[in-house]
């Protein structure tokens, strides 16, 4: 029996892979009971060219009914398209990651490269090594960063690399450029990447050690994965610097300033507690 086929959100169609769905929700530490259960009721829902975001829509709705803490972690990759409108809060994100995985990190600032100043997203430091980093945020997940973004990522880090190499401060460091998106790359792009020596980190590259794998590495997940709390409470916090749950954990007051009531307030904690539980 032919499979059913499901319509991604690029439009492109393909058979559905029940795999796939069985590994997000483990990825989300779902036990195998919940599992099972919600990979049975997503089957009763199937039909031809039913769109994967309807499926990860009932998905969530049905794993929410059962635990918010897995819920929160299900939700990570669209939590991270809702860290726009602008790319700042995502740059920031990407800077505390760094910053918890052992690299030291500042965001936002303006280096002088051989033949013209840049703004840097972010650099990040471990030894002697010293990376340039850009952050390609997308609210979107079927938007990839095509080989034209390494291609003039790598004109910039060169311009600047040129520079560093003749300055004393970084005699003995190692430059290195980097781009970090929260969606993917095309195969070119890593092709490039790889070829040129440009590190790249989406979310799921390299494998086993991208974006995903890291945030859940060291526990880092952003408030727009709690939906206690409303959208436009959520842009409040984003546009405060509240950008990860764990900010609410260790003061909650900022949730008083957006004029939230102690019961919701207690709620939305709670729910934060769990996502990084």
């Known amino acids: 029996m032919e499979r059913r086929k499901v319509t991604k959100a690029s439009g492109e169609m393909e058979a559905y ?7 997000s929700l483990a ?6 009971e919940t599992i099972d259960y919600i990979v049975s009721e997503i089957d009763e829902l199937l039909f031809d060219g039913i769109s994967t975001q309807k499926l990860y829509r009932e998905a969530f709705r049905l794993l929410k009914q059962r635990s918010d ?13 809702e860290l726009g409108p602008t790319g700042y809060p995502f740059e920031q994100f990407v800077a505390e990651l760094l910053s918890r995985i052992g690299y030291a990190t500042t965001t936002n600032e303006i280096i002088e490269g051989n033949c013209v100043a840049h703004e840097v997203d972010v ?30 990522i790598q004109a910039r880090f060169e311009d600047i690399e040129r520079k560093l190499n003749h300055q004393s401060a970084h005699k003995n460091k190692k430059h290195h450029g980097w781009i970090v ?11 490039y ?11 799921d590259y390299p494998q086993n050690n991208g974006l995903k794998d890291l ?3 060291v526990n880092l997940h952003p408030i727009t994965c709690l939906s206690s709390i409303e959208e436009k409470e959520k842009k409040g916090l984003l546009e405060r610097n509240v950008v990860f749950c764990q900010q609410l954990e260790e ?24 996502v990084c539980a």
């Open 193 to 203: 990447g790889d070829c040129i020596g440009l590190r790249l980190l989406s979310w």
């Open 27 to 32: 990825g989300a530490e779902a036990d195998q």
């Open 251 to 274: 003061n909650g007051n900022m949730l008083t300033q957006l004029d939230i009531d102690n019961r919701r307030k207690n709620k939305i904690l709670k729910e934060a507690a769990d």
């Open 181 to 191: 998106t929260n969606t993917r790359f095309t195969d070119d792009a890593r092709q």
């Open 69 to 81: 803490r897995t819920a929160g972690r299900y939700k990570l990759k669209e939590a991270l398209l």
């Open 215 to 217: 945030i859940e590495q």
């Open 17 to 23: 892979d029940e795999s796939k769905l069985r590994h």
């Open 123 to 152: 650099v990040a430091e471990k030894e002697e090594d010293h990376f340039i980093v850009e952050c390609k945020f997308h609210n979107r997940k079927d938007h990839k960063c095509n080989v034209q973004v390494p291609l003039y």
